[in-house]
């Protein structure tokens, strides 16, 4: 992994909801990795924390369990050393004297390993309703004091559940920590493909100048899942698909895909472009939601033979909820640069098969000199695939060989897999790795967590207050409401329906 030349000095990490899933499937795999790749601070202490008692050796031993189901490594032979760096503090957040307690145990080791200055990264790997108590816990023991070391907070998403809860959050997290010091996980931002969206429009001279509305008909962007809720039910029950991958993940996408250069790759630049196009998305209104904004929900059914629950019978799930698991929208973004260009969106759970893309449909030749086979109006188009099968895909017009002028579609593509060398790093790695570096460009800066609330805010209203727009069900499996389809208002388009591998032809699917 490459991209960071700051020095990772010796640090503490404590990571709160330490016996939770997120740790053991994420952060532990990731910090991991990392060590393997000789990544980590010389001198680091990785704190556990949470309610449930624990030793030392108890939570290490869970840890390497952890980490030799989860981790992608092939050479799991130094898990016993990494986990020698692992140490456990029993904190009830309600207690007050718990944080002064924590104080003491990561003076003690800070003095025992020889860490030397007190840099401190303090991960939220909790249920959101402790966001606001651990830091206000951790400011009251001085554990926010920077004084003879940096000070650093990790909020895992969900940051609010709507506009007035980020602002309370944040009004709340601000009393005690600076904006430097409040780090926002969206783990999209730390995916590999994502960020490579930056490096392909800014460092190919060829992309760059038919990135607007006068060669760009429209952007689509799918991010899909082939599963259901699971064990998940009670979560996403407060969630759906609008907060829990519009808001941040499908929004931070669109604002890469439509930025404007930055002036340099510094944190502050890059976040100040993306911010505006946040600030630039066409307000919804309320009374319109009903016609760009298209919410599902999926029901029972057969899939290869196999009973599929709907979303309704899912443990956790109210069997009347009318949350939605599936989401499509269709916005504008107004600025010179996307002024008409319409963005489609959408995300959903148990679609037919995994996948993230991003598909850029540039505009028809303006005179169609030759009979093109099969009717394509925007024939040209790029491809980015964030996941699985990452990597890039162009189709263009080919003439077919033999006599005449027949011209047929084709495409030229690129794999990672095609390079044998190169190893995806998971987004929580790069993420980990930049909080310790101090390099917050791949972090979600407030400003722009706030725009997305405000766009999000008319949709969830209009979806709260107003039942007469429906929650379409659709089969799992299926691409979603049929409905979703006549959000692409245009005669003969519709979205794409891709298959786990990057490939043009839809016809070759094997979901
Ligand atoms: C999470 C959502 O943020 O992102 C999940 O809460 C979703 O519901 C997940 O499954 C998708 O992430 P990825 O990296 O698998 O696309």
Known sequence: MKGNNNKTENQ??????????????????????????????EKLAIVGSGRTVLTDEEFRHSMIVAIREFSKEKDLSKVEAFASRLFYQTVNP??????????????????????????????????????????????AAGLNNEEKGWKRLIVEKPFGYDLEGAEKLNTSLQKNWNEEQIFRIDHYLGKE?????????????????????????H?????????????????????????????????????????????SIDANAIRNETVKVLQSLRPISEDKVGSVAIRGQYVESQIQGAHIKGYREE???????????????????????WGGVPFYIRTGKHLPTKVTEAVIHFKPTPHHLF????????????????????????????????AGFRVENVSMDFHYSDLSN????????????????????????????????????????????????PVYGYPAGSWGPDVADNLIEEPEMTWRHPCAALTSDENFCKL
């Open 193 to 217: 493909t994502v960020q490579n969206v930056m490096v392909t429009r800014f460092s190919n001279g060829i992309f760059e100048p038919l990135w607007n509305r006068n060669f760009i008909h």
């Open 315 to 337: 443990a956790g799930v109210d069997p009347a909820s009318k949350t939605e698991t599936f989401a499509a929208l269709k916005f504008y973004i107004d600025n010179w640069r």
């Open 94 to 139: 309600s207690k007050v004297d718990d944080f002064q307690i924590l104080n003491k145990r990561l003076e003690s080791l800070r003095e025992q390993l020889e860490i030397g200055s007190q840099n401190i990264i303090f991960y939220l790997s909790t249920p959101p309703s402790l966001y606001e108590i651990i830091p206000q816990g951790l400011a």
């Open 12 to 41: 503490l990490l404590v990571i709160f909801g330490a016996t939770g899933d997120l740790n053991k499937r994420k952060l532990m795999p990731s910090l991991y990795a990392l060590d393997v790749l000789n990544l980590l601070p």
């Open 422 to 469: 190169v190893r995806i790093p998971d987004a929580y790695e790069r993420l980990l790795l930049d909080s310790m570096t101090g390099d917050s460009t791949l972090y979600a800066r407030i400003d722009a967590v706030m725009a997305a609330w405000k766009f999000i805010a008319p949709i969830q209203n209009a979806w709260k207050n107003n039942p007469e727009i």
């Open 219 to 263: 952007v689509e962007i799918t991010s899909a899942e082939n599963f259901g809720v699971g064990q998940r039910g009670g979560y996403y029950e407060g969630s759906g698909a609008l907060r829990d991958m519009v808001q941040n993940h499908l929004l931070q996408l669109v604002s890469l895909i439509a930025m404007e250069p930055p002036a």
């Open 371 to 402: 009979a093109q086979k099969g009717s394509c109006d925007t024939c040209n188009q790029l491809i980015i695939r964030i996941q699985p099968d990452e990597g890039i895909l162009i189709r263009f017009a080919m003439k077919t060989p033999g």
